[in-house]
């Protein structure tokens, strides 16, 4: 559920995002609505919601979605009409509630503050955008906007426990000591400021929004941080993230990777955590590529990525639990993108074993395994023997196949791989070869060039997966790469794609503008933490 929350939120976050209730004015770009924010953002809405309305009537939501249901079977229905079933079965005003959420885009970030003074903790919500949007809409002094909030808080003290639900509906508001059950009327000491004191927002990671903590209710935080359920360790830490792009003067990269380097050296494994935090990581990876400190990164991710591979074993263990051998598929698949020399030479044998002595391996990291036949070049014949595997009727190793031989570091293979594409692989798979021709540094000039040269034959192959092409070009992020997308967006592509366009582009601005922002705060952090 966390990763579906924050598909959502990496495209809300963008200045050229939509409602999910979004009015369209033909057929064609009704085509763009269907995306992470109709599906993703939809389902994580429904889930605050449930959450909320579970509160007051704990069965409500699901009587509610029931007699929907049921009345509207084999019929059309409108937002409202949920909405209204929803409100007869809990006695809340559910439209007034969710409007604010669906009809616009967006959602909110609570900054979270302790005021020593008068003992209470202040909240402040305003919208979430990424650095680069938010300053462009301050520009524009666009209006503020403020949401309903479901907010679910789960605080400690002296031992004791307590969840609570608030609803925040203002732009400011305050909490004592004694709204959360924890006055001491003996003590005159704030109990804010106790050492044993912690209060985390959006508990279970139940609301659709992100949450800054100034810096001593963080620390608080972090004091008990093991103790937390997976799931609100994971949202802390993806929060962290998402204020750095929100402002790095808030939460310094620098801060983030020290908390992300102790967690790793602890003798916990939280899977969920990795699984999360990791693509972020590598998000800064691919972002850094071409700056001068882009080797110190690599080494500093992989040492990571090795620590917790390490942990994790390179092999399934007997009755072990799914999250650990799906976090293992992760780390190899990771350590294969990053040219690990041993994980690459582990797989490439086990390649071998496998297609050369018949050998049956493990399933689990089978594309990794390709992907390091192909970088290793387990066989002179590699990339034929991945073309004519990829033909046979077996999905998810033809797949496999496609990916793996499109990475390859043999310019000459460029030719037969892209023909062999254009000819013979489905159309869904198709852009997965054009986004690993042009990420793969040996290729991606080349196949520029033929995206150019040949841009109607790749619209006749895709056909209505056309968008999937120009959404390829959001992994960029460099001034010299924007300048070719944006040229190449002024003379191709269906004004139907225009929020297509527009968001990648911004896409690629904002990683331009991260690295800017972040730049020498991550520079000195590597130079510190080179060993």
């Given amino acids: 559920r966390i990763s579906t929350i924050e598909v959502a939120k990496s495209v809300d976050s963008l200045q050229n995002s939509n409602a999910i209730e979004d009015a369209t004015s033909s057929g064609q770009a009704s085509e763009e609505m269907f995306d992470s924010i109709s599906y993703e953002k939809g389902a994580s809405l429904l889930f605050m919601l449930r959450t909320y309305l579970s509160v007051h009537h704990k069965d409500s939501f699901e009587t509610g979605v029931k007699s929907y249901i049921k009345s509207f079977q084999y019929k059309n229905t409108v937002s409202k009409d949920l909405w209204d079933h929803l409100s007869h079965a809990s006695g809340i005003?559910?439209?007034?509630?969710?409007?604010?959420?669906?009809?616009?885009?967006?959602?909110?970030?609570?900054?979270?503050?302790?005021?020593?003074?008068?003992?209470?903790?202040?909240?402040?919500?305003?919208?979430?955008?990424?650095?680069?949007?938010?300053?462009?809409?301050?520009?524009?002094?666009?209006?503020?906007?403020?949401?309903?909030?479901?907010?679910?808080?789960?605080?400690?003290?002296?031992?004791?426990?307590?969840?609570?639900?608030?609803?925040?509906?203002?732009?400011?508001?305050t909490i004592s000591c004694s709204e959360i059950?924890?006055?001491?009327?003996?003590?005159?000491?704030?109990?804010?400021?106790?050492?044993?004191?912690?209060?985390?927002?959006?508990?279970?990671?139940?609301?659709?929004?992100?949450?800054?903590?100034?810096?001593?209710?963080?620390?608080?935080?972090?004091?008990?941080?093991?103790?937390?359920?997976?799931?609100?360790?994971?949202?802390?830490?993806?929060?962290?993230?998402?204020?750095?792009?929100?402002?790095?003067?808030?939460?310094?990269?620098?801060?983030?990777?020290?908390?992300?380097?102790?967690?790793?050296?602890?003798?916990?494994?939280?899977?969920?955590?990795?699984?999360?935090?990791?693509?972020?990581?590598?998000?800064?990876?691919?972002?850094?590529?071409?700056?001068?400190?882009?080797?110190?990164?690599?080494?500093?991710?992989?040492?990571?990525?090795?620590?917790?591979?390490?942990?994790?074993?390179?092999?399934?263990?007997?009755?072990?639990?799914?999250?650990?051998?799906?976090?293992?598929?992760?780390?190899?698949?990771?350590?294969?993108?990053?040219?690990?020399?041993?994980?690459?030479?582990?797989?490439?044998?086990?390649?071998?074993?496998?297609?050369?002595?018949?050998?049956?391996?493990?399933?689990?990291?089978?594309?990794?395994?390709?992907?390091?036949?192909?970088?290793?070049?387990?066989?002179?014949?590699?990339?034929?023997?991945?073309?004519?595997?990829?033909e046979k009727d077996e999905p998810f190793r033809s797949v496999a196949c496609l990916h793996a031989a499109s990475q390859t570091k043999n310019v000459d293979d460029f030719d037969r791989i892209l023909n062999f594409a254009l000819q013979k692989v489905r159309t869904a798979d198709f852009f997965i070869v054009i986004r690993n021709l042009l990420k793969n540094k040996v290729t991606s000039s080349l196949m520029w060039s033929f995206i150019n040269d040949h841009y109607d034959k790749i619209v006749e192959k895709m056909g209505d997966n056309v968008r999937e092409l120009f959404q390829v070009f959001e992994q960029f992020s460099t001034e010299d790469e924007l300048e070719t997308v944006k040229n190449f967006f002024t003379t191709r592509a269906s004004s139907s794609l225009d929020k297509t366009k527009k968001q990648t582009i911004e896409k690629i601005s904002l990683k331009i503008d991260w690295v800017r922002e972040n730049k020498e705060d991550l520079q000195n952090f590597l130079e510190n933490h080179s060993n």
């Avoid at 202040?122 to 990424?130: A, G, I, V």
């Fill in 181 to 390: 059950g924890f006055h001491n009327k003996e003590s005159t000491k704030c109990c804010f400021e106790n050492e044993d004191f912690w209060i985390k927002f959006n508990w279970r990671q139940s609301g659709y929004v992100r949450v800054h903590y100034d810096n001593h209710l963080l620390n608080q935080i972090l004091k008990s941080f093991n103790s937390f359920p997976e799931n609100d360790k994971t949202g802390l830490l993806l929060d962290l993230f998402a204020t750095n792009h929100f402002s790095a003067e808030l939460t310094p990269i620098s801060h983030i990777l020290r908390l992300v380097k102790k967690t790793s050296e602890e003798s916990e494994l939280n899977c969920l955590v990795w699984s999360s935090i990791i693509p972020r990581m590598m998000w800064i990876h691919d972002v850094v590529r071409k700056e001068s400190f882009h080797s110190q990164y690599k080494a500093f991710i992989q040492k990571i990525i090795t620590n917790l591979l390490n942990k994790v074993g390179f092999s399934p263990q007997l009755n072990e639990k799914v999250q650990i051998n799906i976090l293992r598929e992760e780390l190899i698949a990771w350590a294969v993108h990053l040219n690990d020399d041993h994980v690459i030479k582990t797989l490439s044998t086990q390649f071998i074993n496998e297609e050369k002595k018949k050998e049956k391996s493990q399933p689990y990291c089978r594309t990794s395994m390709y992907v390091a036949a192909v970088l290793s070049k387990a066989s002179e014949d590699i990339i034929d023997w991945m073309l004519s595997e990829s």
């Fill in 93 to 173: 005003d559910v439209e007034n509630l969710m409007n604010k959420w669906t009809k616009e885009p967006g959602y909110p970030i609570i900054m979270v503050s302790l005021n020593k003074e008068k003992c209470e903790i202040s909240l402040t919500q305003e919208k979430y955008q990424f650095s680069l949007a938010k300053k462009s809409n301050q520009e524009k002094n666009t209006k503020k906007k403020i949401w309903d909030i479901p907010l679910l808080l789960h605080s400690h003290f002296t031992g004791k426990d307590l969840t609570q639900l608030l609803m925040f509906k203002t732009e400011k508001d």
